[in-house]
């Protein structure tokens, strides 16, 4: 250890935020392994030769707590290197907890550039579930002045010469003071921006604020759990969220009573990918029933999608909520996220 320290004797002591993300990390490691085993911190050998840490590619961080040495890998939450063991696994809500914080501080360091007006949103998405997977991408004007999709979608009226696969661009007058003085839920991108970069970091008040002002709509007997999660899953459909809010719908998601994480899956396209999951055993207000899910890179924590069983297709009563198998997507409602990001111009792509 000393001569561990001598390294880098000049080197300053890492503030609390930097050594945040590989707490909870570590924290997780340790509960969602089903043995209780701790990792075995390797001891120095009888030896006179000096012995030196090589930190190179797959270790992030260098931990020392308790004056012991922990090395953590940088590979994905839900690999066998950072969970201690492999497949499709549920955590509990301790472990659930951890990680979500870890993928609150991780999130919350990311920069963040507001478009400028006359730039572009581009998604690409899928959707999948009791058909066909359809897949489409469209451009949205930051100012909410314009917007373009492919395929296209046929204008009423004749559509004999219409070519679906032609990027069809509409431009309208910029709505957004209209929609600001008489009070309409409809925003533009930016609008929509500036309001979620208003909210306070802490997730109580941030998820106060939103259903204050998000207006999706009450739905009568709605408990606030069920509120929160359907608030959350609608914001998580907008491209662009401020860094700070990203990380407080984390956080409010670890607060959401039977919200677990779910490791060791793959998103409906296949990606590997970790999920949020809650389960309605009886029908929400909203109607939603059976396993909600949200997708998130397993790295990033980018939102990748969302699937939710269908009410008429509920696993039969009893049945385990993480299952040995792969998710059945033909009784869900699904929607993928393949791409997105900021263009300067309609069929641009980043």
Known sequence: ???????????????????????????????????????????????????????????????????????LSDEAPGTSASTGSSGRHLLSAEASADTLELAAATVEKLGATEPGPKQWVYEKSTALGQQEPQTSESWTRWDGTGWARLPGIPPSGRIDHFDRNKLQVTYGPNMEAKWKKEGYDDRSQRQFYRFLATLPSDPDRMMRRIREEHAIGDIKGETPAQRDWREIDVLYRSVLIPPKVQAGMFRALAKIPGARVEKGIKDPVGRPAIGVTVTYAKPAASGAQGKQEIFFDPVTYAFMGEAADLPSMKAPEGTPVSSPGPHDWSHAIVSVRNAWGVVDKPGERP
């Open 1 to 71: 250890m000393n001569e561990l320290n001598e390294l880098r004797a000049d080197a300053p002591l890492p503030d609390a935020d930097r050594l945040a993300p590989q707490r909870a990390l570590l924290s997780e490691e340790f509960r969602s392994r089903p043995d209780g085993r701790r990792p075995a911190f390797a001891r120095p050998r009888p030896t006179g030769r000096r012995m030196f840490l090589v930190a190179a590619g797959a270790v992030t961080a260098l931990a020392v707590t308790g004056g012991a040495v922990v090395l």
